[in-house]
Nanobody, 123 residues
Framework: YVQLVESGGGSAQAGGSMMLSCRVFGDSYDRMCMGWFRQFPGQAREGVVV???????KYADSVKGRFTFSHDNAKKTLTLQMDNLTPEDTAMYYC?????????????????WGQGTQVTVFA
């Protein structure tokens, strides 16, 4: 059983920065794929950045060079630093874990989700 609790989020102006954190509760932290997803209104969730059990990451093209993922294994915390935000980054952001098999940094098959945190970027 895995529980994910996000913090951070809120509002920012375009060009600004924001940081999201996710605390992971449960076992097998170091054997799971984990990452951040976002959901625009009326659309399916999409991957932002994911990491596999070996520490390999994969970023969505839309955030490369602007968003930075990090994780603290001792604290079981994931962090998403978002810089140079644009209004197109406005979405609900979710922390997620793929608890069953982690074949690599993939965007599919995630089965455990946080409650989500809203990020709004004003022009």
């Amino acid at each position: 059983y895995v529980q994910l609790v996000e913090s951070g989020g809120g509002s920012a102006q375009a060009g600004g920065s924001m940081m999201l954190s996710c605390r992971v509760f449960g076992d097998s932290y170091d054997r799971m794929c984990m990452g951040w997803f976002r959901q625009f209104p009326g659309q399916a969730r999409e991957g932002v950045v994911v990491v596999d059990s070996g520490g390999n990451t994969k970023y969505a093209d839309s955030v490369k060079g602007r968003f930075t993922f990090s994780h603290d294994n001792a604290k079981k915390t994931l962090t998403l630093q978002m810089d140079n935000l644009t209004p197109e980054d406005t979405a609900m952001y979710y922390c997620a874990a793929r608890t069953w098999v982690c074949p690599g940094p993939v965007f599919d098959g995630y089965d455990s989700w946080g409650q989500g945190t809203q990020v709004t970027v004003f022009a």
